[in-house]
Structures are given as C-alpha cells and as structure tokens.
C-alpha cells in the first residue's frame, strides 16, 4: 500500500525501482564472467549503469522537497550518460570497429557526457538544463515538473538518443554478417534498445502512465534482461565477433572457435562446406562431436584442448592437417581455442605420388627394389611367422643378345611385356619388383613349397610360350628362374642372395629352367 510518513514518500513504482535495481545489480553479477574480453566489459558497464540509474530515482522518489530530488538527480544522469556511452563502446567493439576508438574520437564522444555531468551538478546555479523546475503534487505524490533548456535537448538529442541509435545501427550491420542464429539475437539487443528509447520520448514530450514518475530506466532495465539471458545461452558477446575480425574473412581454411567449455561458439564458412553441415546445429555443440560426425579422426590426436594430426573428410576423403591455438585477451588470459582445419588433399596427393616414382620403376611400372623392401618390412612378424615365404630370382636368357640384335627399344618393349605378363599371374599375398637390368625378383607368401615349384614352372612356361610382336617381327625369350625359401628371422636381402645363386646354377646348367634348393620338409625328415 502506497504511503507518505513525514518528509518522505514512497509512490508505488519505487517497488519496480527498487526491483529493478536489484535485478541489474544481480545480472551484473551473473555477467562477470564476460570481462575476459573488452566487449563483455563494455556490457557489464551498461548493466551496472542501469544499476546508478535505477538507484537514483528510486532515492529522489522518495524525497519531498526540491533539492532532494534535485540533488538526486545527478545520480539519475550519471547512469544514464554512463549507460549511453556504454552502450556506443559495446555496439563499436562488438561490430569490430574498434580502430574507430582512437584518443581524438573518444575525447569527441566524451564531451556532451561531460558537459551533461557538469551542468546537472551545478543545475541550482544556471538555467542552461532546465530553464524551470518546481514540486508539484500528483496523485498525493510529489513529483517534478520539469522545462527542459538546451543543454538538456543538447544531452537528449546528441547523446542519449544518437549514441543508443548508432549502437543499434552498428549491431544491425553486424548481425547481416552473422550466421542467422547470432542474427536473432542482435535483432534482440536492438529491439531492447529501441524499446526503452521509445518510452524516453513519450514520457519527454508529455506522456504520462507512470503517475508522473520518469519509467524510462525500468524498461532499460527489463531489456537487460532479455539480453542477458540471450547472450548468456547463445555465447554471443564470448569470442564469435573478435574471431570473425580477426580471422573469418581472411582465410580460406576450416575455422572453430570454441569456448573453455569445448563448445562451438562459431565456424566460417570454409568450415560449413567442409563439414556440410547446418551452421545453426553447430553453435553450441561439443567440439568432439562435430570432428567425429564430420570426420575419420584415428589419425588425429588430442591432448587437452590441443589438436594435432591428420583428418579425413567422410565427404570425397578430402585431408585436413588440424591445429589449434588460444585466443588471448588483453590480460594475456585465455578466451576459449581457434581450431584450424588446413586442406592438405592437393599436397598430400603430390606426396603420394612423389612416394610412388620414388618406389616405381619407370620403365616396367612394377616396384622397385626399395619398395619390395619396404612391402616386406611391414609385413608383422606374426604374418611370417604362420606362413612360408618362397624367393625367388627371375633373369632372361641372352638379353644382351636381344638388345644387340634387336636394339635397346625392342629390349625395354620385352621387358615391360615380361613384366605384365608375370603380374597377371601373381596371386594374393605375392609381389614382384624389376631388381635391375633384365632381373626380377618374386616373393611369393602363402604358397608351400610344392605350390611355389608349380607356380614358377608355369610362370617359365607362359614366357616360353608368349609370342612378343615388335615392329612386325615375333620375338622369343626364355627366362631362368632360382627358388629358395626364406628361413625364419633371415633377412630379405639374404634370402634373395641366395636365390640369385640359385638362379646363376640354372644359368649353368642350361637355362630356361627353375632351380631349387632342397624341400624344407624333405630336409627335416
């Protein structure tokens, strides 16, 4: 119930006062958080501004002379001019503008404030604010009746009014840059703008549905909340606008930008068309599920919040080497992690193929001697030690005499024949490589020793039997193969030593032939 005790009043809408400034006192509070970057402080400046603000009128109210409420008056404009300015640093920051906030330009934007704090606090001795002002009674109450001179309209207009509407204008082309969810939020923040600013110029020229008491701070008050509570559950004064700036627009690599808690707070666009996934389902989601819907990850490693290694795309298996970094506030504390996906797909394609010539033989397109070395080296000790591996040297007969009579381009025609002729009968788990010259070596796995003899047999009898076509003449050449079997723990090198002499004994004896050494089977028993 509204009552008046002696020299003091207390009207209804100081409980709304009271509760207002307990609400922006408290979101104050719950906001802290948002210091570690300097667009959180310029928020929180306007939260505690509503919390002068608020204050003040709720102590002039309560007052029922003249100079009481006058006096209080000055507490009522420090929070607002401290709101107003707040709010432009806020809207400047935010849209990335910050280069704007030189020395000159803020000694500018200070000046009407300073003027407004200077005039209330000497308003007894000029009439430069308010060119008349009395105590008038209402509803029982006593309230102000107020004519406003230039240095209010002055304050009003190119202060209050300028400063709130270019902030919200900044935040309107900001959020067209935003990713739709961010939009919503800015159209958020401006509408709480425009609210309280429209209530402003009702009660300024005339308005009354407050019993003649100034509501403007309580609808301020009321739109911090909304704000808060937005920005609060949408991350949106964390890190998305400084990583934007900084990063967004000038890189063509995949970028996330994540908080302390491992939660996407945005991603560019690069991301979104690597990913292929709705931007708007990203906000918010764990980092770790976006990378594994998105990606094969086993070649990735993280420890903590740094990610190193190798990612593959489950969309075309584009490659992607990750990076992280920490995004550092000006207290060098850190914000939250940069996640940067760089495309390696066109690199690591060169590498392979680099990888290929360097393990290939140009001539033949068979492998190397380097790369039987490295395919056996990689075989476990596990797969030789369950299954035989059979070597063996395969050498033509009279190549030189081919070569002399021929010429070398009918020799290199044979040998890529040879060559392909022997990789179509290779089975599963064997693998031939041109060691050099007209040599070539076989590693058979998986076959016993009677299956190595018969494959090698019918290996000689193919090339016996092939007819080679050169330039109108038929060509005929045998080759003389030498089998061992590798025994267990011997080296690659030395096994195939082995069937090299293996090979020259049956270059002795005749040619055109497979030799062998003894069946280990026959040999143990």
Excluded at 124 to 152: C, M, P, Q
Excluded at 208 to 219: E, I, K, M, Q, V
Excluded at 413 to 424: G, P
Aim: aromatic share 12%.
């Amino acid at each position: 119930m509204d009552a008046t005790f002696m020299d003091f009043q207390f009207p209804a809408i100081n409980y709304l006062y009271l509760l207002a400034c307990i609400l922006a006192l408290t979101l104050s509070y719950v906001s802290r958080d948002q210091c570690r970057e300097s667009t959180g402080r310029y928020w929180i400046a306007v939260l505690f501004s509503f919390v002068i603000w608020t204050a003040g009128e709720f102590l002039a109210n309560i007052g029922t002379t003249l100079s009481w409420q006058l006096g209080f008056q000055r507490l009522v404009y420090l929070g607002v001019v401290c709101g107003v300015v707040s709010w432009l640093l806020f809207a400047i920051r935010f849209s990335g503008n910050q280069r704007w906030l030189t020395p000159g330009v803020l000694c500018v934007l200070m000046l009407v404030p300073v003027l407004t704090l200077l005039q209330v606090g000497t308003v007894e001795w000029h009439s430069l604010f308010y060119r008349s002002v009395a105590l008038v009674s209402r509803n029982d109450y006593k309230v102000l009746e107020i004519d406003y001179g230039t240095g209010f309209w002055v304050q009003i207009i190119f202060c209050s009014y300028l400063y709130t509407l270019t902030g919200s204008a900044l935040l309107i082309a900001t959020s067209l840059q935003q990713p739709s969810l961010y939009r919503t939020q800015t159209t958020l923040i401006v509408l709480a703008a425009a609210i309280p600013l429209l209530v402003n110029v009702y009660f300024i020229f005339g308005g009354d549905f407050a019993g003649g008491f100034d509501p403007t701070s309580l609808f301020f008050v009321f739109s911090a909340i909304l704000v808060t509570i937005a920005t609060r559950h949408y991350f949106f004064l964390r890190l998305a606008p400084m990583a934007r700036d900084l990063v967004f627009r000038n890189i063509n690599s995949g970028v996330l930008v994540v908080n302390h808690a491992q939660q996407v707070t945005d991603v560019n666009p690069a991301f979104t068309d690597i990913a292929r996934l709705d931007l708007d389902q990203l906000i918010g989601m764990p980092l770790d599920e976006v990378l594994q819907a998105t990606f094969d990850t086993t070649a990735m490693h993280q420890d903590g919040s740094v990610y190193t290694g190798r990612l593959v795309s489950r969309y075309k298996a584009r490659q992607f080497d990750i990076s992280s970094m920490p995004i550092k506030g000006y207290r060098n504390e850190i914000q939250g992690y940069l996640i940067l996906l760089s495309d390696v797909t066109q690199i690591q394609r060169a590498m392979d193929e680099i990888s290929r010539l360097a393990h290939t033989d140009l001539l033949t397109q068979l492998p190397n001697r380097r790369a039987l070395i490295d395919w056996f080296n990689d075989l476990s000790d596990i797969d030789l030690m369950f299954r035989p591996v059979l070597v063996a040297m395969a050498d033509l007969d009279h190549f030189k005499a081919l070569n002399d009579t021929h010429g070398h381009h009918c020799g290199d025609y044979v040998l890529k024949e040879v060559a392909d002729l022997i990789s179509h009968h290779l089975g599963t788990g064997d693998i031939v490589a041109r060691w050099g010259g007209e040599e070539f070596c076989l590693v058979l796995t998986g076959r016993d020793w009677q299956e190595g003899e018969g494959f090698l047999e019918m290996l000689r009898k193919a090339i016996e039997d092939h007819v080679f076509h050169y330039e109108g003449r038929d060509i005929h050449v045998t080759v003389t193969l030498g089998m061992v079997q590798r025994e267990a723990g011997e080296a690659l090198e030395y096994s195939i030593r082995r069937a090299d002499l293996m090979m020259y004994d049956g270059k002795r004896r005749g040619r055109n032939t497979v030799a062998r050494g003894m069946d280990p089977q026959r040999m143990q028993s």
